[in-house]
Protein backbone atom coordinates (compact mmCIF):
# COMPACT_ATOMS: atom_id res chain seq x y z
CA UNK A 1 0.00 0.00 0.00
CA UNK A 2 1.30 3.54 -0.77
CA UNK A 3 2.22 5.90 2.01
CA UNK A 4 0.51 8.85 2.20
CA UNK A 5 3.24 11.77 1.34
CA UNK A 6 3.12 13.50 4.76
CA UNK A 7 3.45 10.52 6.35
CA UNK A 8 6.45 10.36 8.91
CA UNK A 9 7.99 7.19 10.30
CA UNK A 10 10.58 8.33 11.67
CA UNK A 11 11.42 8.18 15.61
CA UNK A 12 11.09 10.88 18.23
CA UNK A 13 14.48 12.47 18.93
CA UNK A 14 14.68 11.68 22.51
CA UNK A 15 16.47 9.87 25.43
CA UNK A 16 14.34 6.92 25.01
CA UNK A 17 14.70 6.32 21.49
CA UNK A 18 17.87 7.01 21.49
CA UNK A 19 19.65 3.37 21.94
CA UNK A 20 23.44 1.80 21.69
CA UNK A 21 24.05 0.09 18.57
CA UNK A 22 21.56 1.30 16.70
CA UNK A 23 22.50 1.76 13.29
CA UNK A 24 21.79 4.82 11.41
CA UNK A 25 22.40 4.82 7.69
CA UNK A 26 23.29 4.71 4.87
CA UNK A 27 23.58 7.97 2.86
CA UNK A 28 25.07 8.48 -0.29
CA UNK A 29 26.14 11.71 -2.33
CA UNK A 30 28.48 12.78 -4.96
CA UNK A 31 31.74 15.05 -3.55
CA UNK A 32 30.79 18.08 -6.19
CA UNK A 33 33.38 21.01 -6.77
CA UNK A 34 30.66 23.51 -5.95
CA UNK A 35 30.54 22.28 -2.35
CA UNK A 36 34.58 22.17 -2.20
CA UNK A 37 34.68 25.59 -3.29
CA UNK A 38 31.77 26.76 -1.02
CA UNK A 39 33.23 24.89 1.82
CA UNK A 40 36.72 26.98 1.02
CA UNK A 41 35.47 30.17 0.43
CA UNK A 42 33.07 29.97 4.23
CA UNK A 43 35.93 28.84 5.87
CA UNK A 44 38.57 31.35 4.08
CA UNK A 45 40.83 28.74 3.10
CA UNK A 46 42.78 29.38 -0.57
CA UNK A 47 44.64 26.45 -0.68
CA UNK A 48 44.90 25.08 -4.34
CA UNK A 49 44.44 21.23 -3.02
CA UNK A 50 40.75 22.49 -2.99
CA UNK A 51 40.97 24.55 -6.24
CA UNK A 52 43.24 23.49 -8.58
CA UNK A 53 42.50 21.03 -11.18
CA UNK A 54 44.93 18.74 -10.64
CA UNK A 55 43.46 17.87 -7.31
CA UNK A 56 40.37 18.52 -6.48
CA UNK A 57 40.19 17.25 -3.18
CA UNK A 58 37.43 17.98 -0.86
CA UNK A 59 38.66 20.08 2.52
CA UNK A 60 38.97 17.17 5.36
CA UNK A 61 35.96 18.27 7.36
CA UNK A 62 33.38 19.80 4.72
CA UNK A 63 31.36 15.76 5.30
CA UNK A 64 31.52 16.30 8.92
CA UNK A 65 28.11 17.13 9.27
CA UNK A 66 26.88 13.78 7.45
CA UNK A 67 26.37 12.85 10.99
CA UNK A 68 23.02 15.66 10.78
CA UNK A 69 22.15 13.74 7.94
CA UNK A 70 21.84 10.46 9.37
CA UNK A 71 20.41 11.55 12.42
CA UNK A 72 17.44 13.38 10.55
CA UNK A 73 17.06 10.20 8.56
CA UNK A 74 15.73 8.55 11.42
CA UNK A 75 14.85 10.75 13.79
CA UNK A 76 12.10 13.89 13.90
CA UNK A 77 12.37 16.73 16.50
CA UNK A 78 12.65 19.95 17.26
CA UNK A 79 15.59 21.35 18.62
CA UNK A 80 17.96 21.06 21.81
CA UNK A 81 21.27 19.28 20.90
CA UNK A 82 24.63 20.58 21.13
CA UNK A 83 27.88 19.57 19.96
CA UNK A 84 30.27 18.75 22.83
CA UNK A 85 33.10 16.89 21.64
CA UNK A 86 34.12 15.37 18.02
CA UNK A 87 37.38 13.39 16.89
CA UNK A 88 38.13 11.98 13.81
CA UNK A 89 40.55 9.72 11.61
CA UNK A 90 41.58 10.47 8.19
CA UNK A 91 41.84 8.07 5.79
CA UNK A 92 42.41 9.13 2.16
CA UNK A 93 41.02 12.31 0.87
CA UNK A 94 37.29 12.95 -0.51
CA UNK A 95 37.79 13.69 -4.24
CA UNK A 96 35.55 15.42 -6.72
CA UNK A 97 33.36 13.50 -8.44
CA UNK A 98 33.48 10.32 -5.63
CA UNK A 99 30.14 8.69 -4.58
CA UNK A 100 30.81 8.21 -1.01
CA UNK A 101 28.76 6.14 1.36
CA UNK A 102 28.43 6.65 4.88
CA UNK A 103 27.43 4.97 7.65
CA UNK A 104 26.47 5.39 11.75
CA UNK A 105 25.70 3.66 14.67
CA UNK A 106 24.86 5.03 18.42
CA UNK A 107 28.23 3.65 20.28
CA UNK A 108 27.44 5.29 23.64
CA UNK A 109 24.59 6.73 25.61
CA UNK A 110 24.57 7.73 29.42
CA UNK A 111 22.94 10.48 31.75
CA UNK A 112 25.22 12.86 33.48
CA UNK A 113 24.17 15.97 35.82
CA UNK A 114 20.72 15.22 34.55
CA UNK A 115 21.62 15.77 31.13
CA UNK A 116 21.22 12.98 28.44
CA UNK A 117 24.66 12.56 26.08
CA UNK A 118 25.22 10.60 23.15
CA UNK A 119 27.80 9.49 20.91
CA UNK A 120 27.69 8.59 17.33
CA UNK A 121 30.20 7.28 15.14
CA UNK A 122 30.24 7.58 11.46
CA UNK A 123 32.88 6.29 8.58
CA UNK A 124 32.64 7.19 5.10
CA UNK A 125 33.98 5.71 2.06
CA UNK A 126 34.03 5.12 -1.55
CA UNK A 127 30.65 4.02 -2.59
CA UNK A 128 32.48 1.56 -5.07
CA UNK A 129 35.65 0.31 -3.81
CA UNK A 130 34.58 0.81 -0.21
CA UNK A 131 38.43 2.11 0.29
CA UNK A 132 37.82 4.05 4.18
CA UNK A 133 38.12 7.78 3.73
CA UNK A 134 37.18 8.99 7.40
CA UNK A 135 35.78 8.23 10.24
CA UNK A 136 34.18 10.42 12.79
CA UNK A 137 32.53 10.35 16.18
CA UNK A 138 30.80 13.30 17.58
CA UNK A 139 29.57 13.28 20.83
CA UNK A 140 26.41 15.53 21.78
CA UNK A 141 24.04 16.51 24.53
CA UNK A 142 20.54 16.20 23.78
CA UNK A 143 18.76 19.37 26.21
CA UNK A 144 15.49 18.41 25.53
CA UNK A 145 13.66 16.41 22.80
CA UNK A 146 14.59 17.88 19.25
CA UNK A 147 17.00 17.07 16.85
CA UNK A 148 20.68 17.94 16.44
CA UNK A 149 21.26 21.60 15.00
CA UNK B 1 50.48 24.12 0.63
CA UNK B 2 50.22 20.90 -1.19
CA UNK B 3 53.84 18.66 -0.25
CA UNK B 4 54.43 17.21 3.47
CA UNK B 5 56.53 20.15 5.37
CA UNK B 6 58.85 19.16 7.67
CA UNK B 7 57.58 18.83 10.88
CA UNK B 8 58.66 21.41 13.36
CA UNK B 9 60.76 20.67 16.76
CA UNK B 10 58.96 19.74 19.85
CA UNK B 11 57.39 22.89 21.81
CA UNK B 12 57.52 25.37 18.84
CA UNK B 13 53.55 26.85 18.53
CA UNK B 14 52.02 27.30 15.25
CA UNK B 15 49.67 29.75 14.90
CA UNK B 16 47.00 30.62 12.20
CA UNK B 17 45.67 33.65 10.68
CA UNK B 18 42.55 34.92 12.16
CA UNK B 19 39.50 34.03 11.40
CA UNK B 20 36.33 36.88 11.87
CA UNK B 21 32.87 34.29 12.37
CA UNK B 22 30.44 36.82 11.63
CA UNK B 23 27.25 35.71 10.43
CA UNK B 24 27.78 36.02 6.89
CA UNK B 25 30.39 33.53 7.53
CA UNK B 26 28.23 31.66 9.13
CA UNK B 27 25.43 31.53 6.94
CA UNK B 28 28.63 30.20 4.31
CA UNK B 29 29.37 27.70 6.04
CA UNK B 30 25.74 25.85 6.80
CA UNK B 31 24.80 26.28 2.79
CA UNK B 32 28.29 24.69 2.19
CA UNK B 33 28.03 21.65 4.35
CA UNK B 34 25.03 20.61 2.46
CA UNK B 35 24.99 20.02 -0.99
CA UNK B 36 22.63 19.73 -2.21
CA UNK B 37 20.55 20.95 0.81
CA UNK B 38 18.53 17.91 1.78
CA UNK B 39 17.15 19.28 5.42
CA UNK B 40 14.66 21.93 5.35
CA UNK B 41 16.30 25.23 7.60
CA UNK B 42 14.71 25.18 10.99
CA UNK B 43 15.39 28.08 13.73
CA UNK B 44 17.76 26.80 16.01
CA UNK B 45 20.72 27.93 18.29
CA UNK B 46 22.60 28.99 15.44
CA UNK B 47 20.13 31.31 13.29
CA UNK B 48 17.14 31.86 16.38
CA UNK B 49 17.50 34.47 19.24
CA UNK B 50 14.54 32.89 21.27
CA UNK B 51 16.15 29.22 20.51
CA UNK B 52 19.33 30.06 21.42
CA UNK B 53 18.42 31.71 24.73
CA UNK B 54 16.12 28.86 25.66
CA UNK B 55 19.36 26.62 25.67
CA UNK B 56 21.11 29.03 27.93
CA UNK B 57 22.87 31.86 25.23
CA UNK B 58 22.68 35.33 25.31
CA UNK B 59 22.35 35.36 21.40
CA UNK B 60 22.68 32.45 18.62
CA UNK B 61 25.94 30.58 18.06
CA UNK B 62 28.02 29.77 15.82
CA UNK B 63 28.38 26.11 15.14
CA UNK B 64 31.36 24.25 16.66
CA UNK B 65 32.33 22.40 14.06
CA UNK B 66 32.95 25.59 12.25
CA UNK B 67 35.64 26.25 14.46
CA UNK B 68 37.00 22.25 14.05
CA UNK B 69 37.05 23.34 10.43
CA UNK B 70 39.77 25.83 10.87
CA UNK B 71 41.49 23.29 12.99
CA UNK B 72 41.55 20.82 10.48
CA UNK B 73 41.96 23.36 7.62
CA UNK B 74 45.23 24.52 9.28
CA UNK B 75 47.01 21.07 9.78
CA UNK B 76 46.49 20.49 5.86
CA UNK B 77 47.68 23.80 5.04
CA UNK B 78 50.72 23.22 7.61
CA UNK B 79 51.30 20.01 7.28
CA UNK B 80 50.15 19.29 3.80
CA UNK B 81 47.84 16.73 2.38
CA UNK B 82 49.96 13.85 4.52
CA UNK B 83 47.08 14.93 7.31
CA UNK B 84 44.59 13.68 4.99
CA UNK B 85 46.56 10.17 5.23
CA UNK B 86 46.65 8.90 8.54
CA UNK B 87 45.76 12.47 10.27
CA UNK B 88 44.11 11.91 13.67
CA UNK B 89 42.05 15.19 15.02
CA UNK B 90 40.09 15.32 18.64
CA UNK B 91 38.72 18.40 20.51
CA UNK B 92 35.96 19.48 22.81
CA UNK B 93 33.84 22.65 22.67
CA UNK B 94 34.34 24.59 25.35
CA UNK B 95 32.90 28.07 25.13
CA UNK B 96 30.36 29.28 22.64
CA UNK B 97 31.36 31.17 19.76
CA UNK B 98 29.06 34.43 18.98
CA UNK B 99 28.82 36.12 15.62
CA UNK B 100 31.75 39.02 15.49
CA UNK B 101 34.50 37.27 17.37
CA UNK B 102 37.65 36.47 15.74
CA UNK B 103 38.87 33.75 16.05
CA UNK B 104 42.86 31.77 15.79
CA UNK B 105 43.59 28.32 15.34
CA UNK B 106 47.18 27.46 17.88
CA UNK B 107 48.86 24.21 17.82
CA UNK B 108 52.28 23.21 19.71
CA UNK B 109 53.98 20.22 18.67
CA UNK B 110 54.33 17.82 22.11
CA UNK B 111 56.26 14.97 20.11
CA UNK B 112 58.21 13.96 17.17
CA UNK B 113 57.84 10.43 16.65
CA UNK B 114 59.03 8.34 14.02
CA UNK B 115 55.55 7.91 12.48
CA UNK B 116 53.75 10.60 13.50
CA UNK B 117 54.09 14.44 15.25
CA UNK B 118 51.87 15.06 18.07
CA UNK B 119 49.96 18.35 18.86
CA UNK B 120 48.30 20.25 21.21
CA UNK B 121 45.50 22.56 19.23
CA UNK B 122 43.39 25.10 20.58
CA UNK B 123 41.08 27.88 19.32
CA UNK B 124 40.99 31.15 21.06
CA UNK B 125 38.51 33.90 20.74
CA UNK B 126 40.39 37.71 20.42
CA UNK B 127 40.12 37.85 24.12
CA UNK B 128 42.48 34.80 24.28
CA UNK B 129 39.68 32.33 25.76
CA UNK B 130 39.77 29.28 24.26
CA UNK B 131 37.10 28.28 22.68
CA UNK B 132 38.08 24.84 21.39
CA UNK B 133 40.66 22.56 22.68
CA UNK B 134 42.20 19.28 21.87
CA UNK B 135 44.65 17.34 20.34
CA UNK B 136 45.97 16.27 16.95
CA UNK B 137 48.50 13.68 15.13
CA UNK B 138 50.02 13.88 11.94
CA UNK B 139 51.88 11.21 10.20
CA UNK B 140 55.33 12.29 9.60
CA UNK B 141 56.28 12.71 5.42
CA UNK B 142 57.69 9.80 4.05
CA UNK B 143 61.35 11.43 3.87
CA UNK B 144 61.00 12.43 7.54
CA UNK B 145 60.05 8.73 8.96
CA UNK B 146 63.45 7.54 6.27
CA UNK B 147 65.65 10.30 7.97
CA UNK B 148 64.47 9.20 11.31
Known sequence: ?149 | MNVSAPHPEVGRELVGEPYALNEAEAHAYAAAIERPAERHPRPSIHNDPQAARKAGFRAPIAAGEQSYALVANFLVDRFGVCFLHGGKLEAIFLKPVFYGQRLTVHARVLARGRSATELEVWVENEDCDRVLTGKASVPAAEHESELA
Open chain 1, 1 to 149: MARAMNEDERLLMCPENLREGMKLGPIFYVVMPEQVEAFARATANANPLYTSPSERIAPPTMRLQDYGLLIAAHFRGGSGGIHARHRSEFYEPMRVGQTVRTDGRITRTWRKRGKFYFELEYESRDAETEELLVRHAMTAVLLREGAMQ
